[in-house]
């Protein structure tokens, strides 16, 4: 695609306390080498730390850089907020702590040109700055971290049910009314599973890579992963036949530790074979995850791996139904394309 012809490009940021980030994100989007006309939306959540400031320092440092409110926080209505505000055909996702590999947009503006894709996306590249980050980032790109999704551990270009973040043409964004501001979490696949019902077509390909920093402490991880576990199953009682046996691995091995341990202290020892497997699996498991790393990242590994699928297991579990029931209240039919 000649250079001339290159369609302009609106790059959308939902970001609440960023601080640690964000200047380096938005760096990566401003650096991108695409000869095309480029703008950066951020839409700032009501953060307690510096995001804010950063913010408008960018918005003073570059005229491409521009800010909108989001007093809600929650990252549907920011993303819809910063979708708004924009104006070019080609809208990008990026979160305030993901970093774009260099020629992203340019990539992404050309498989959708190859493709006729409505939305592309590709691999959720994590990256940590520390040994406990280093741990999770091997977890959260391993097969036993989770599974076998393409947009964690890489695999062939191909149609996909839904990706990391995403590179979307604006018509179909407007066409079916953006995001479903109800899913706090899995807004993404939500939007996706759309886009698909209404004939489009959605493209993963490993050309694409975001580089994204894994959270600072077990705290943090755990929250994430609950919240991860807790949607999924929104997503499963929104959708019936969307689950598959990877998603239910984690709920079953909370239940089976549970299980054991309950058994192991009130029964038998016995009992106690489960949980005992479990920690020796992901020990096992870590050794080659953690390949070429330090040993610092490394002991960490089985850790990172237990809080990310006890965390999205105990989610799962406990996601209630009237949270369901409520989101699929808010669901809007799909727009065929050409409506």
Known sequence: MPDQQLPAVSVIMPVLNEERHLRTSVRHILEQEYAGELEVVIALGPSTDRTDEIAAELVREDSRVHTVPNPTGRTPAALNAAIKASRHPIVVRVDGHGMLSPDYIATAVRLMDETGAQNVGGIMHAEGENDWEKAVAAAMTSKIGVGNAAFHTGGAAAPAETVYL?????????RLGGYNVEFIRAQDWELNFRIREAGGLIWFSPE?????????NVRALAKQYKNYGRWRHVVAR???????????????????IAAGVVVGATVTPWGLIVPAGYVAAITAGSVPAGKGLPAGARVRIPLALATMHMS???????????LAKKVIASRRPAAPAGE
């Open 238 to 256: 929104y959708h019936q036949g969307s689950i598959n046996l990877r998603y239910l691995a984690a709920p079953a091995a909370v239940l089976a």
């Open 312 to 322: 999205w297991g105990f989610g799962f579990l406990t996601s209630p139904r009237s």
């Open 208 to 216: 694409l890579k975001v580089s994204y920093r894994p959270r600072p």
């Open 166 to 174: 995403g590179v979307f043409r604006r018509e179909v964004l407007e």
